[in-house]
């Protein structure tokens, strides 16, 4: 499913308006009736349902109505309609009209004088006023929120500029503090519609009634929390719009993994198939201090469906290793007498890593003298795709990586907000300010897939695409969950997924575990990073 900007989607309108000849009207007419469907589905959700005496229903003959816009329980529903200057508010307007017409109580409330109204706004508001809709103006005329049974907020859409001023600032908090469920026309007004970004104050929606395509603000949080229930409705803007657009950002769906990236998401293997079919990750990874790290990554790949996983750790760790998974094959590499890493083991990895076809670096590496030549080394001398995690990043983020040699095959990045951060060097509370933007940009800049972690992970290829994805539980904020997902993707790329396939696939798929390793769990927060192993 498609994501876009404010700016594309306007660029989007333009098309169809201007481009197809369809009218701006045809689409708010569209976009009006769909928000009132939703309200009338979200009232039936509510209702309680009384056996019919008499339902009306006859043997052999049939006429069916206007079903998603008939509601039985309607002379019990109130409901307000917060309508804005611009867009938006006519949407709400024309909402308004349909709910009136299924028999729901309707009160429009203007944020501002109905005259200041302009366009396709003016014309809805005609005509509800036509149809005799009951209307105040707030702030002129007496308002009593806790008579109604529900609130549409269409103050403000797309077109939306910071923080939300005057009328609509207070409309929004007595919104939000009346308690009643609230209906979202296309975004929570008070929401920054491209990042994701709360202004002071934002709607709390139960549903968000987003209209043509998913908007990135939806997606990213904190205004993925303050979106409620998100359902996306066509308006009558083609998608092949989009796809000449260029536009190139997608939620994280199944259907997008099988249509867009061709991902085989059944995931038959061969009848003939053997270890050696499923491909070969080494992982370089672990110390004395942080084995579990290395461990952790290892039994994951092997876990995701690779048929061999060598682990490559420090001769200190070895004895402890031994036995601890016996699936996993270990290769000791070196190291200092306290069990860590240092850069003459660079030589060893390079030579494991000509037999293998995916190495991993990072997860329980660490520091160490030299760890940047360490680095360069198998960035410039593994002839197979690199996934870095961990230490590996706070590796790149203290140099200019972009001078060392190009490399034949991809590079996947793993950054937490913290070492996405560090990468881009600038604090994590920016990081989370854009995450889509930033993520894009940098995967561009870089030339890298990078998968910036957290709720609803960003994934971004250097060609300028991005992935969102949706699946994952809080639950999985522990630690080792993220050594976790860098062994399932080198899992994946290790049987022939490439470099964006096996991010986006392996992210989905981690998120899936989590989620059912947190429901098998009695209480979610008991979850730990082997479980979600276990899950797969
Ligand atoms: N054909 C189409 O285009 C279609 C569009 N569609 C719908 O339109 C929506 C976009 O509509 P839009 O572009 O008119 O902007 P919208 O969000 O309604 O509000 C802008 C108005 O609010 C004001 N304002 C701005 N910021 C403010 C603030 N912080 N605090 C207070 N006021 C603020 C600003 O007024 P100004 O300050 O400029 O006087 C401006 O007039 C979109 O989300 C979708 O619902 C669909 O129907 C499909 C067809
Ligand atoms: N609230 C959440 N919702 C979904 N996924 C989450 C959430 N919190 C954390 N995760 C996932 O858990 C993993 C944590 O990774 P990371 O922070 O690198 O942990 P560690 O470094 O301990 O291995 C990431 O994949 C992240 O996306
Ligand atoms: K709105």
Not at 107 to 124: D, F, H, I, K, R
Not at 266 to 284: D, I, N
Not at 308 to 321: C, K
Request: proline share 4%; charged share 20%.
């Amino acid at each position: 499913m498609y994501v876009v900007t404010a700016e594309q989607m306007r660029q989007l309108d333009r098309e169809t308006i201007e481009g197809l000849g369809i009218p701006a009207i045809a689409l708010m007419e569209n976009a009006g009736r769909a928000i009132a469907e939703e309200i009338i589905a979200l009232c039936k959700r509510q209702e309680k349902v009384e056996p019919a005496a008499w339902n009306g229903s006859r043997e052999g003959f049939h006429v069916s109505g206007d079903a998603a816009l008939t509601l039985g329980t309607a002379a019990a529903e109130r409901w307000l309609v917060l309508v804005g200057k611009g867009n938006n508010g006519g949407d709400g307007l024309v909402a308004a009209r349909h709910l009136s017409e299924a028999g729901i109580a309707v009160t429009l409330v203007y944020a501002v004088p109905p005259e200041s109204l302009t366009g396709e706004a003016a014309l809805q508001r005609d005509a509800a006023a036509a149809m005799g809709l009951s209307a105040v103006v707030y702030g002129r005329d007496r308002l009593d929120i806790a008579a109604y049974s529900g609130i549409l907020d269409a103050l403000l859409g797309t077109g939306a500029a910071g923080a939300p001023r005057g009328t609509y600032a207070e409309l929004i908090a007595a919104a939000n503090s009346s308690g009643k469920p609230i209906v979202s026309a296309d975004i929570p007004s008070g929401l920054d519609a491209d990042t994701g970004q709360t202004h002071e104050p934002c709607i709390h929606a139960s549903v968000t009634v987003c209209l043509a395509f998913l908007k990135r603000g939806l997606l990213q949080y904190p205004g993925a929390g303050a979106a409620g229930h998100i359902v996306v409705r066509s308006i009558g803007i083609p998608s092949a719009l989009v796809r000449k657009q260029g536009s190139a950002v997608y939620w994280l769906t199944p259907a997008v993994l099988r249509d867009v990236l061709n991902v085989d998401t059944s995931r038959q293997r061969s009848p003939e198939g053997h270890k050696g079919t499923y491909g070969h990750v080494l992982l370089a990874g672990g110390t004395l201090r942080m084995s579990g790290a290395g461990l952790l990554a290892s039994r994951a790949a092997l876990r995701a469906g690779c048929g061999l996983v060598t682990w490559a750790l420090p001769r200190r760790l070895l004895p402890y290793a031994i036995g601890s998974v016996p699936e996993l094959m270990l290769a000791e590499v070196g190291g200092e007498e306290d069990g860590s890493w240092n850069k003459d083991t660079a030589v060893e990895v390079l030579k494991l890593s000509a037999e293998r076809d995916v190495t991993a670096a990072g997860p329980g590496l660490g520091r160490f003298a030299g760890d940047t030549e360490w680095l360069r080394s198998i960035w410039e001398g593994t002839d197979c795709p690199l996934v870095l995690d961990a230490d590996a990043l706070n590796i790149l983020a203290e140099t200019d990586y972009r001078i060392w040699t190009s490399r034949r095959h991809p590079v996947i990045l793993t950054p937490h907000p913290g070492e996405m951060a560090r990468l881009a060097g600038i604090s994590t509370v920016e990081v989370q300010r854009n995450r889509i933007q930033l993520a894009l940009d940098y995967a561009r800049e870089y030339s890298v897939t990078l998968v910036l972690k957290g709720a609803h992970t960003v994934i971004a290829t250097p060609e300028g695409q991005a992935f969102i994805n949706t699946t994952g539980s809080p639950a999985m904020g522990t630690g080792g969950a993220g050594d976790v997902l860098t062994g399932m993707i080198s899992g994946l790329l290790a049987q022939g997924l490439n470099a964006t396939q096996a991010a986006a696939f392996g992210v989905y798929l981690h998120g899936l575990a989590g989620e059912r390793a947190s429901h098998q769990r009695q209480d979610p927060s008991a979850l730990m990073a082997g479980d979600i192993i276990e899950a797969l």
